[in-house]
C-alpha cells in the first residue's frame, strides 16, 4: 500500500501512487457525443470526452491523462499534449474550439475531473486498508480553502469527523461535484469528539 500519510494541500492532485494510477486504468474507453449520454454512476467505470467518439482519438486522449496522472504532469503540458491530439485527429466541434479561453476551459475540465476522481478514488481504497483502519477508524473531512469559489456548505463540513462506517460518508466522500478539491484523511479515535451527520443531510447529498 502506498503511504497513506495526506500530502500537503499544495499539488496535492499531482502526487500519484498505485492507487490512483489503478482506479484510472481499470476504466473502460466509451465514445460519446455529450458527457450526459451515460449515467453518473457510470463516469467511475468509463473514461468519456465529450465530444470524442473515435475510438483512436479517445484512446489518444486517454493516454494524455493518463501521463498527466502517472508523471504528475502540470496542465500546461496536458494543454500542449492536448493540442497535438486535436491537430493530429483533425478533431473539430469540440466545445471551447476556437478560442484561447475556450480551449483553457475544456482542458481544464479534462484534466481536473479525471486527476481529481483518480485521486480520491485511490484515497478510498487507502483509508479502507486493513491495518490503517485498526489505528485510524475515524475519517476527517478537509475542504480546500485555495479554492477561488469555496461552496459554503463544504466549508460547514470542514473539520467534521465520523466513523469511517458512518452512512454519511456514502452521499459526501470527494469530490462532491465539478471542481470539489475537498479530501479525507483518517484520524485516531482520540480526535473524534462526539459530531454528528448534519441533519437532514440525506436531502443535499453534497452535490
Request: charged letters at 30%; a positive charge.
Amino acid at each position: 500500500m502506498a503511504a497513506a500519510t495526506d500530502p500537503s494541500i499544495r499539488g496535492v492532485f499531482r502526487q500519484p501512487f498505485k492507487e490512483q494510477v489503478d482506479f484510472f486504468r481499470k476504466k473502460l474507453n466509451l465514445p460519446t457525443e455529450r458527457y450526459d449520454d451515460i449515467r453518473k454512476s457510470a463516469h467511475d467505470r468509463a473514461f468519456i470526452v465529450a465530444g470524442a467518439a473515435k475510438a483512436d482519438l479517445l484512446n489518444d486522449l486517454r493516454d494524455a491523462v493518463d501521463k498527466a496522472i502517472r508523471d504528475g504532469e502540470s496542465i500546461g503540458k496536458f494543454r500542449d499534449r492536448f493540442r497535438g491530439i486535436v491537430n493530429k485527429h483533425g478533431w473539430h466541434g469540440w466545445i471551447g474550439e476556437g478560442s484561447k479561453k475556450g480551449e483553457a476551459w475544456r482542458t481544464r475540465v479534462i484534466y481536473q475531473t479525471n486527476l481529481t476522481q483518480s485521486y480520491n478514488a485511490g484515497r478510498y481504497q487507502q483509508l479502507n486498508d486493513p491495518d490503517l483502519v485498526k489505528r485510524r477508524p475515524y475519517w476527517k473531512y478537509i475542504h480546500n480553502d485555495t479554492v477561488s469559489h469555496p461552496r459554503p456548505l463544504h466549508v460547514s463540513w470542514s473539520g467534521l469527523v465520523l466513523h469511517k462506517d458512518d452512512p454519511w460518508w456514502q452521499a459526501h466522500f470527494p469530490p462532491n461535484g465539478w471542481g470539489c478539491r475537498c479530501r479525507v484523511t483518517a484520524v485516531r479515535p482520540s480526535e473524534y469528539k462526539g459530531d454528528k451527520a448534519p441533519d437532514g443531510w440525506y436531502l443535499c447529498e453534497g452535490r
